[in-house]
């Protein structure tokens, strides 16, 4: 019998999915296996509802954004049964190993689901917010930095013409990777992330001293999750000689064609992915550290929180002086 493998897309979709799937389903069956794709993620383990992965069902979707077997939040599944009946899924469908491309959500189903199935559960981090632990980057994280940052550009045009500041507001409700990077790529006068909390004073402060300097246009990078961005810049606005706009870059963020590196990124956590299911490693997740396609233990992921180099803040400060 042929062994099988089933692929799973879950929680929020980010760019270079579908370059994920494709490069688990050409290696597996490089390497004799066959493969499944769940449809509308852990919706699909409940319903029993797949497709069959070939190597040309898999064509022509590297470039796309997206995930062609579509993504759920699926509160179903952590309702009592659901992980038991995605469990008797796998099962019957002879699935001995299960790869959940998704963030650290869609990790801790996993770990849930390992608990009631002997299929072998390996996660590949893909989300725009960076935020799952064991890995430097996620699938997805660059095409979005890259997007935000050529919008931003654009903005930045008018702000500088009309010597206005923007507060720019980019996804993120729980985690300032995003904003981080996009505001040193973009020479944001200031970031503003959930995890340092900052006055409107300050910035109302730092804004007057860039204003007395002769910089009296100005971008200020937030993340969704730091606070109300419309209402920062209203007050700022009521507060201060300066003309403020927002602008909320919302989900352009999250869709396109993957960048060169996140097919990349795909393409190598993939091929992590298919080799621990050959020498029979589960509950894993695979990354990149240092520069490495590595593997750390699921749960772990699942639970930890991912540093975040607080000290970026600093090197963007003096960057935008
Ligand atoms: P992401 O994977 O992007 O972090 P979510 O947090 O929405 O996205 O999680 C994706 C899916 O994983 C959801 O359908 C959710 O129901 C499921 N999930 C999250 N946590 C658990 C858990 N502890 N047990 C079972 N399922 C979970």
Redesign the pocket.
Known sequence: MVTTIGIVT???DAPGMNAAIRAVTRIAHAKGLQVIGFER??DGLLTNTYRKLTPRTVGGIIQLGGTMLHT????A??EPGG?ERAAETLSMNNVEGLVVI????????A??LSKKSDALMVGIPA?IDNDVYGTDETIGFDTAVNTAVGAIDKIRDTAISHERIFVVEVMGRKRGFLALEVGICVGAEVILIPEKPVTLEEVNKLMEENAKKGKKAGIIVAAEGFGDSSKMAREMQRQTESEVRLSILGYAQRGGSPTARSRLLASLFAQKAVELFCEAKGNMAVGLLNGKIISTDLKKCSETRKPLDLSLLDTANMLAT
């Open positions: 879950s929680g929020g993620g852990w759920l939040r699926c509160p599944f952590e992980v998704g963030g650290d959500g869609s990790f801790r189903g770990v849930e989300t």
